[in-house]
């Protein structure tokens, strides 16, 4: 028998899923950034797109986390952003990595994470962030939820009469 709790994170994993498949479909010149290299050196801003979804999407505030691993190889870091939950981790661009072979959109306790040295683990709301930077955000934002085919999906930004819209149906 699925209890609860499993319900939730296959309903998380859903959204991560169809947000991801979204962010590929969308023209890469008109995203902002490191997005148009998805999933390579997008994992900030992606997240941070993410987490505005899920929260839309009535799934409560995740934290961003920020953290970095050293390469020995060449003495180098590299810095990782994921969102988190208390112990469920949720993120579409760990493929990354070399050592993925597919993204762990929904995990929870994931060792996976345990190399990262934490930086930041915080709420990061895309409205708290410069002008510029919101609407460069948001214009991003409204591209990816523009391709999205779940029964409801937010409305976009620059409406703001209701949280969500049905989303149209295929003719």
């Given at each position: 028998?699925?209890?609860?709790?499993?319900?939730?994170?296959?309903?998380?994993?859903?959204?991560?899923?169809?947000?991801?498949?979204?962010?590929?479909?969308?023209?890469?010149?008109?995203?902002?950034?490191?997005?148009?290299?998805?999933?390579?050196?997008?994992?900030?801003?992606?997240?941070?797109?993410?987490?505005?979804?899920?929260?839309?999407?009535?799934?409560?505030?995740?934290?961003?986390?920020?953290?970095?691993?050293?390469?020995?190889?060449?003495?180098?870091?590299?810095?990782?952003?994921?969102?988190?939950?208390?112990?469920?981790?949720?993120?579409?661009?760990?493929?990354?990595?070399?050592?993925?072979?597919?993204?762990?959109?929904?995990?929870?306790?994931?060792?996976w994470y345990d190399k990262f040295k934490i930086l930041e683990s915080k709420e990061k709301d895309i409205e708290k962030q410069t002008k510029y930077t919101k609407a460069r955000l948001?214009?991003?934002?409204?591209?990816?939820?523009?391709?999205?085919?779940?029964?409801?999906?937010?409305?976009?930004?620059?409406?703001?009469?209701?949280?969500?819209?049905?989303?149209?149906?295929?003719?």
């Amino acid at each position: 028998m699925v209890d609860k709790k499993d319900k939730e994170l296959e309903y998380l994993e859903k959204l991560a899923t169809e947000f991801r498949i979204a962010l590929l479909k969308c023209n890469k010149n008109s995203l902002i950034g490191n997005l148009r290299n998805f999933p390579k050196d997008s994992c900030g801003e992606s997240s941070l797109l993410l987490g505005k979804y899920l929260n839309d999407m009535n799934q409560g505030i995740f934290e961003y986390t920020l953290g970095e691993i050293r390469n020995n190889n060449n003495n180098s870091y590299q810095s990782h952003a994921w969102l988190q939950k208390e112990n469920i981790f949720v993120e579409i661009t760990a493929d990354q990595f070399p050592d993925v072979e597919l993204p762990p959109y929904v995990t929870i306790d994931n060792p996976w994470y345990d190399k990262f040295k934490i930086l930041e683990s915080k709420e990061k709301d895309i409205e708290k962030q410069t002008k510029y930077t919101k609407a460069r955000l948001l214009s991003s934002y409204d591209l990816i939820i523009s391709n999205i085919k779940l029964k409801f999906v937010p409305q976009p930004t620059c409406l703001k009469s209701h949280p969500f819209q049905r989303a149209k149906k295929p003719l």
